[in-house]
Every structure is written in C-alpha cells, then in structure tokens.
C-alpha cells in the first residue's frame, strides 16, 4: 500500500551572507513536496482532517510552518495538489473511514472524501 500528500510550496531563499545577493525573481522558487501518508489505522492517518478542507490547506499559517518544519526552509505560501494512492491503500483508507464515520460528522464515505479532498485524489495503478 502506498499514498502520499502532494503539496506545491513557494519558498523564500535569502544568503545569510552580505556580500552574496539574489535576484528578485529567483528568490522564490515553487517546488512540489510529497509526503508519505501514514498506513490507514494506524498513528497520523488522519492527517487529511487536520490540515485539509475541500482540497484546500485548510489553515495557511499552518499549513507554510509545517512545510517550513519539513524543508527546514521559509515558506511564502503553500497549496494542497492531491493524495496520491494506489488501490489497497485507496480501499483500506476507505473502510477506515466508513469504521469511524462519527469522527467525521459524516454519513459515508463519499461526504468525507468530498469534505477534506474536494475531488483532489488520484488512484495511481
């Protein structure tokens, strides 16, 4: 089973030297981030419910401190791009779900999918 969070974060890179510049323009470079997603059930598989709403990073703030955290670099902004998944881990993360629908404030599945991802997940075969 494999999965990962795909990320696209917009970097602020500045020489701590003064007699080092860089030009304006490059000075913010966009890079993709992946993030590997924790095993349905088991600690941290929930991340989504944290951090994402309707595709989206749920909070900004939170969401640039804790990429800045992984790349150990300033973040100017990040946007959510998809969840990556293969089908074992697409079907166990579903029956997860489907097993903890309360924690969701949801009905099914579907509406939890929907709620956090919007349409951004991609089965990968």
Known sequence: M???YVFRARLHLESERPDVH????????TVTVFF????PGTDGWKFFRETLWRGEVNDE???RTLLEEWLGEPVESVSFREL???EAYFEAF?????????AFNADDVSSVLSKYFGSSIRVLE
Do not use: M, R
Request: net charge negative.
């Open 2 to 4: 494999e999965a990962q």
């Open 22 to 29: 860089l030009e304006p323009s490059t000075a913010e470079p």
């Open 36 to 39: 590997d997603a924790a095993e």
């Open 61 to 63: 703030a939170y969401g």
């Open 84 to 86: 990556q998944v293969d």
């Open 94 to 102: 579903k029956d997860e779900i489907a097993g903890d629908l309360e």
